[in-house]
């Protein structure tokens, strides 16, 4: 079972952008990346997904648009690029291959 890490959460304007990154202790390969978040007093919500079976990216109508999710096999790493961030963006973010999830990384978008 692969070990993930996020990191790159903090605090941000509206409006602004942030990078996450998701560390993988093994191999990315054959592997779907998802990205899920949950905020405060709500259930945890599915972002998108790089899906490894038909290279398709998919992404929930809330981000599409402003998210993008990528892998960089080389370095076991998965990114969210998250851009026009909004105040309803603010939750702790996660990413999940196969059985695994990392421990979360929280994103504040506030003036």
């Known amino acids: 079972q692969l070990k993930l890490v996020e990191s790159g959460g903090g605090l941000v304007r509206p409006g602004g952008s942030l990078r996450l990154s998701c560390g993988a202790s093994g191999s990315l390969d054959w592997y779907s990346i998802a990205w899920f978040r949950q905020a405060p007093g709500k259930e945890r919500e599915g972002l998108g997904c790089?899906?490894?079976?038909?290279?398709?990216?998919y992404y929930a109508d809330s981000v599409k648009g402003r998210f993008t999710i990528s892998r960089d096999n080389a370095k076991n790493t998965a990114y969210l690029q998250m851009d026009s961030l909004r105040p309803e963006d603010t939750a702790v973010y996660y990413c999940?291959?196969?059985?695994?999830w990392g421990q979360g990384t929280r994103v504040t978008v506030s003036s």
């Open positions: 999940h291959l196969g059985d695994s």
């Open positions: 790089a899906s490894d079976s038909d290279g398709g990216t």
